[in-house]
């Protein structure tokens, strides 16, 4: 296996092929969809960076399926996804947050063997205020027979993707991905048009420095989140209080956690009983990335990439980032109610308001 380090210069191409040398029976469909996903990365890179400038900020005055304002630049990548993707021989369908459906695979086209869920621009409500946004992508094979991918191909526990993760549109563009042996960072250089190997084999710092919530929500919680705040403020124990930072775009605070070391926590509430991040195209692909680079993550019961999904847009309470944190969660959230808010049966046909 080639040894990289930050300082080779490496394309995401060529390390693709490199990583799937180490796979002879490899049929080169995955590195495929790698591909697409950095070519359809690029061209939202350049839609985002001359948004103020092309007029595509702001609403479309459409409301996706979770019932939230469409915000143009959403429209806009989810469409540049899907046409990067849809010919290439490789998906037999796809799944977007901002589609209600399964996305099929045009007729005409050949279907392949994987299917691609993807949330196109996350944290759009920052598009106006120039806040950095990101896209989130899992890769999931296809288990049912018949040449079209179906939903169920799409409702499988995250641990069996096959790759995932995420761009972030930032101060400059970076793509994170995983294919399960580790993850790995590339960095786009604008001025030939390529995402370098910038950050290879990611590894989150076991303790973390960064929380990432937003606590308006604390007079929804129940007394286990409350509790567990406060541990993390350092406040009834002795840990040292972690600093908050909170952007409200899920890549980028996932990403500076990832790096620095921290959780990003959404907890369910009382007026969100199952939280508010999607558990197939945000949850999964970003808990599939933390696992690689030796973090953790959990709806506060349970692995995220152990919950057994049942439908497409379902949402998951998520603490996400540096194993000591995550655990800490985990094992306050168990402890049995003694007051506070009851966290009442998920309803996830609800739309949960900002
Ligand atoms: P947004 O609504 O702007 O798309 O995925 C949804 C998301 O952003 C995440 O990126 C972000 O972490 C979260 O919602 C912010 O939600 P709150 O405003 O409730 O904190």
């Excluded at 490496?10 to 995955?30: K, Y």
């Excluded at 908050?244 to 990832?258: I, W």
């Excluded at 790096?259 to 558990?279: D, I, N, Q, S, T």
Aim: aromatic letters at 6%; charged letters at 25%.
């Amino acid at each position: 296996m080639v040894r990289h380090t930050a300082t080779s210069v490496v394309t995401i191409e060529r390390f693709i092929i490199e990583q799937e040398r180490q796979f002879p029976e490899a049929t080169g469909e995955l590195s495929g969809i790698l591909y697409d996903i950095a070519l359809a990365a690029k061209m939202i890179a350049n839609k985002v960076r001359s948004a103020g400038l092309a007029d595509i900020l702001g609403a479309q005055g459409t409301e996706n399926v979770q019932g939230e304002v469409q915000q143009k630049l959403d429209v806009i990548s989810n469409e540049i996804i899907v046409k990067a993707m849809d010919h290439g021989g490789r998906l037999c369908a796809m799944a977007s947050e901002e589609e209600p459906e399964i996305i099929p695979i045009p007729e005409g086209f050949r279907c392949g063997k994987y299917v691609l869920l993807f949330d196109p621009l996350d944290g759009s409500s920052n598009i106006d205020v120039n806040v950095p946004v990101g896209t989130i992508f899992s890769v999931m094979r296809k288990i049912t027979n018949g040449r079209h991918g179906t939903l169920e191909d799409m409702l499988q526990p995250g641990r069996r993707q096959v790759a995932a993760g995420y761009v972030i549109y930032g101060s400059s563009t970076m793509l994170v991905y995983s294919t399960g042996q580790g993850a790995h960072g590339f960095t786009l250089d604008p001025s030939i048009g390529e995402f370098l190997l910038s950050h290879p084999d990611i590894r989150i710092p076991p303790h973390g420095k960064f929380l990432s919530v937003n606590d308006s929500y604390e007079q929804h919680w129940d007394e286990n989140v409350r509790a567990l705040m406060r541990q993390y403020r350092g406040l009834d124990s002795d840990r040292k209080p972690l600093s908050v930072r909170y952007v409200g775009s899920l890549v980028a605070d996932f990403h500076r956690n990832l790096l620095a070391g921290g959780v990003f926590a959404y907890p369910a509430h009382a007026r969100a009983p199952r939280g508010k991040l999607r558990l197939l195209y945000e949850a999964n692909p970003l808990a599939f990335i933390v696992e690689q680079a030796g973090g953790a993550a959990s709806d506060g019961n349970k692995r995220i990439l152990d919950i057994e999904p049942t439908e497409l847009h379902e949402r998951t309470p998520l603490f996400i980032g540096s194993k000591d944190e995550v655990g800490l969660a985990a094992e306050t959230l168990k402890r049995e109610l003694v007051s506070g808010v009851e966290v009442k049966a998920p309803d996830i046909s609800l739309p949960v308001g900002r």
